[in-house]
């Protein structure tokens, strides 16, 4: 190589390039996990409902908010009385004002589940946790009621939210992992629902969080066969690409031009057959 060569920059590495490149994939990995209709269409659609309805309970007036949410409550009694009612409508609201902390619940549990097992694998772990904590959870609340260690009125108590969803997620997203991924993640878990035990001392919270992330443990192995999904695309292809007619046998050579052209006047004459 010439000093000229050199000093044109021929033959050198293009480390300019070679660091936009790597800033290139940091925003290409960051843009592939953002939620977006295409990808997250389960996550996506349920965080507006449940923004809706938590912008609804913020707005209207309270004591029809409270009756909305007593009628969707997935307590003892509703449970014993309207079962599917109160077992589909409970998850779609959130405990509290603010629903900000389950947006980022969503983006960091459902959303990324989804994009790795499709959405209505997504949808059925969600669903599994939310109804097996709901009902396990309650049950052990009849139970204690029936055999007189807790008051009927815990039979009353409000019980809506996602959390189990939420959590049931998290325990299903966790089995996709690396192995050092998935401590962390179950590490992260369960010192979560031991905190929220130990503040709250609450029956229904001490069985259904457990409940709801052993759930998702449970569905590990349905799951990794699904793990890298690929939602369906129409490929067009380029120019390059589209597929290219099949060409004549070599026993079929191409008409001349000349016949080519009695062959289109035979065929304008009415009647003719061939």
Partial sequence: ?????????????PYGMLRHGLRAGAVDWLLARVPTPRRNPFALGYLAVVGATATFAQLADPDLVLRLQEASSSDGHNLLRHPLRALLLSGFWVAGADWVPYL???????????????????????????????????GVVIVAVESGHLEPAAMDYLDIGVSYGVLASLGALAGLLRPAGRTVVLGLAVALIAEQIAADRDLVTGVGHPVALLAG????????????????RTRLGTAGERPRPASAPASAPAPSPGRAAVLDRFRAVPGRRF
């Fill in 1 to 13: 190589m010439t000093e000229r060569q050199v000093r044109a920059g021929r033959g050198v590495p």
């Fill in 104 to 138: 980022w619940a969503f983006a960091l549990t459902v959303a990324p589940l989804e994009r790795r097992v499709g959405p209505g694998r997504a949808a059925a772990v969600f669903a599994a946790g939310h109804i097996g904590a709901t009902l396990l959870s309650q």
């Fill in 217 to 232: 443990v449970v569905l590990w192995r349905w799951l990794r066969r699904w793990d890298g999904y690929r939602p369906h």
